[in-house]
Nanobody, 127 residues
């Protein structure tokens, strides 16, 4: 069955970095767009970044531009989120998701576009 598993979360201090991984099983990442979402305590889940299936288009939320980088490794069926210069407001559960409907351009505005989701990994930024 289709499955996405996030890993790499943890507790860090402001200014530090984390690298999240999303491991996909049950289907190939080829032809799939990938997105990272996050949900902070008491807030709605929000899109953070996505990358199109062909890897040629990325779309970052303003809050993370210049600090976060999404990447993908189709050969190993994995995607990554490199998070630098973390801030307390980045504290959230981070989810990866896959979509088969975004071959060239991607967007994370409609969660219904994303057919498979991971269970999430906690990121806490605190001094």
């Amino acid at each position: 069955q289709s499955r996405l598993v996030e890993s790499g979360g943890g507790l860090v201090q402001p200014g530090e970095s984390l690298r999240l991984s999303c491991t996909v099983s049950g289907f190939s990442l080829n032809g799939q767009a990938i997105a990272w979402f996050r949900q902070a305590p008491g807030k709605k889940r929000e899109g953070v970044v996505c990358i199109s299936a062909n890897g040629g288009n990325t779309n970052y939320a303003d809050a993370v531009k210049g600090r976060f980088t999404i990447s993908r490794d189709n050969a190993n069926n994995r995607a990554y989120l490199q998070m630098n210069n973390l801030r307390p407001e980045d504290t959230a559960v981070y989810y990866c998701a896959a979509s088969s409907s975004m071959p060239i351009r991607c967007g994370y505005y409609y969660e219904t576009d994303w057919h498979s989701w991971g269970q999430g990994t906690q990121v806490t930024v605190s001094s």
